[in-house]
């Protein structure tokens, strides 16, 4: 077979740039509007069209990759040096990758299933009974606008002196004393708190009783917005 033309090859090579510039745009405005909307929008936009959610992954895999450690991986860790037998709820799961790494029973939940673990619903309404488990995860999941709501179903299902794990994106946070107080409100006081990387932070709070009804003012974390590259 005759080498292609060096002309069809640039051809080729240019469209695949083109795909991926697509791709890209693709991903970043889709990943906008999941920030700057509530979860419910974010589970309208994603029923309406679950390519759109495929997507959105690839491009999230990308993003991720190349940070110097995966953030669940931190959250591995913490639960590996706890009990097995507490039970876990991932809010915005992903690909189930928390509950494929270890021993504890994990309830999943997700908009789309990436993995048949997977349970299908809005962070902001999961299917759990009030005080069952004994750890919540949000690991880079805190999307929606409506973070009051999402976060007081998370004290919903936490058991009394339960654990919330949160790992999100260090440039998210505009006054993290702010966000930390008015996590007092929503009934969760701070265990530790880990800043050190630049990319991420990593929190874990106890709940402490019911969160208190009322505006939380200091509850509010920038969209995390990708640049075009
Ligand atoms: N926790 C995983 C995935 C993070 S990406 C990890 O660390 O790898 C954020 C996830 O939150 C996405 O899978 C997205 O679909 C999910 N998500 C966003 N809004 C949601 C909502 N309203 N209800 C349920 N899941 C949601």
């Known amino acids: 077979e005759a080498a292609p033309e060096p002309r069809s090859g640039r051809s080729a090579a240019l469209r695949a740039r083109m795909e991926e510039r697509l791709l890209g745009a693709r991903f970043r405005y889709l990943n906008q509007q999941l920030y700057t909307g509530s979860s419910r929008d974010a589970a309208q ?51 189930c990758t928390l509950a494929a790494s270890v021993r ?6 997700d908009l789309v299933p990436l993995s048949p673990r997977v349970t299908v619903c809005d962070m902001a309404k999961v299917p759990l009974a009030a005080e069952s488990v004994d750890v919540a995860v949000f690991c880079l999941a805190l999307m929606g606008t409506n973070l009051q709501e999402i976060l007081g179903e998370a004290n919903r299902v936490l058991k009394l002196g339960g654990t919330l794990m949160v790992a999100e994106v260090a440039s998210r946070f505009e006054d993290t004393r702010a ?51």
């Open 179 to 229: 966000f930390l107080k008015a996590m007092t409100q929503l009934g969760f006081r701070t265990v530790s708190k880990d800043l050190s990387s630049s990319y991420f932070y990593l929190l874990e709070f106890a709940k402490t009783g019911p969160a208190r009804p009322g505006p939380a003012p200091g509850l509010r974390l920038r969209p995390c917005l990708y640049k075009r590259r």
């Open 45 to 95: 936009l994603f029923r309406a069209d679950p390519a759109a959610f495929h997507l959105y992954h690839q491009g999230f895999e990308r993003q991720v990759r190349r940070w110097p450690e995966r953030p669940v991986q931190r959250i591995v860790r913490y639960l590996r040096r706890r009990p097995a037998s507490l039970v876990v709820a991932d809010f915005g799961c992903g690909d």
């Open 104 to 109: 504890n029973q994990v309830h999943c939940f």
